[in-house]
């Protein structure tokens, strides 16, 4: 048994649809089994106390503080992030009280600024994907006229500098895709640990084909900002050729999302924003596939693990293809995207096939199956 300090700068016990969120509430829940776990984290609910009753938190501070602490970040030459997700009180509370712990755990990059210079123990960092080069696609796919491009470009760069930085600092690093893996330097491949995403089930098929489908799904955090850019691309360049086949097309949106963009996005006849939903299972019938058109990526993408649990076929973009062998069907470009959505929705053999791809795929990438991993992690 050991005694674990996990740091996220983000409210595990939230309930938030999101990725990240979801997947340090159960590597939390992992580690309490065999030890003693104490939570840290940052929260916005000023006004909700009641529900904060999971471990240690600490209030993020207001808007004005948190451009100070980004203009501080760039001083010091650390991702911009950094200011963003940061706390003095955490801070100060992590030095203190470090050395009562065998192992401090930080869960994705931005939490790595809590390290502690006079900690003695374990450390073990949760990257997840490598962020820096998910930036730089970020970049490459904003207009020029866009000032988010140019600060996307210097994040990715400070990004990069951190990462390099964090493999030495670090004793054991987990990634989540194996061709992350790949583009790390050989000389810290030894503390690398590979924990790719999972669900917690395989839900019940909700594929019947019929030719009288007519949705297509899309599952994803709208404040991230490569599921918004992949959500307008869909819904501005795809849909307006699409509907000349599928007249009664609903793209369904389920996720996080400003309001403004719900608004805008809602204009749309054929769009459905269905909005964060606990109960995604009454939204999959009558679909004809779930997407993941993001052209900007890295690592492995929780939404195609989503459509998959419910046996849905699958089509991406390559670059978030590239984690799922043949198990789904990747297009080029918005032509080819439609030429394989419309292949779907008429083709029964063809739509079954990767149905039974999806649920042969999903099977594999459970929680229970690949949670224990995190007790070698941790075994030192």
Known sequence: MKKILFITTRNPYSGRYSGDVIRALKVIKYLKKKNVVDVIYLTKKRNDKKKLNGGKFFFAPNLFLKIIYCLYSLIKINPIQFGFFYSAKMKDFIEQNSDRYDLLFFHHIRSSQYLTSNFKGKLILEMGDLYSKNYYQTYKNLNFLNPLKYIYLLESILVKRKETELFSKFDRII?????????????????????????????????????????????????????????????????????????????????????????????????????????????????????????????????????????????????????????????????????????????????????????????KLTWKKLSPNYSKVIKF
């Open 175 to 363: 990634l989540y895709s194996k061709n992350e893996i790949k583009k790390v330097s050989n000389k810290f491949k030894k503390k690398i640990y590979f924990i790719t995403e999972s669900i917690n089930k395989v839900n019940k098929d909700k594929f019947i084909f019929s030719k009288n489908n007519n949705k297509i799904l899309f599952i994803g955090n709208l404040h991230y900002l490569p599921n918004i850019l992949a959500c307008k691309e869909f819904i501005y360049n795809v849909i307006p050729r699409l509907v000349k086949f599928l007249p009664n097309l609903k793209f369904c949106i389920i996720g996080n999302i400003k309001r403004i963009d719900k608004f805008i996005l809602s204009f749309n006849k054929n769009v459905k924003i269905l909005g964060e939903q606990k109960n995604i299972e009454r939204y999959m019938g009558n679909s004809i596939c779930g997407i993941s058109n993001l052209k900007v990526a890295s690592g492995v993408q929780g939404k195609i693990l989503t459509y998959m649990s419910f046996a849905l076929p699958v089509i991406c973009s390559r670059q978030t293809a590239a984690n799922f062998d043949k198990s789904v069907i990747h297009y080029n470009g918005n032509e080819d995207l439609i030429k394989k959505i419309l292949l779907l929705k008429n083709n029964k053999k063809i739509s079954l096939n990767y149905s039974i791809k999806s649920k042969k795929m999903v099977k």
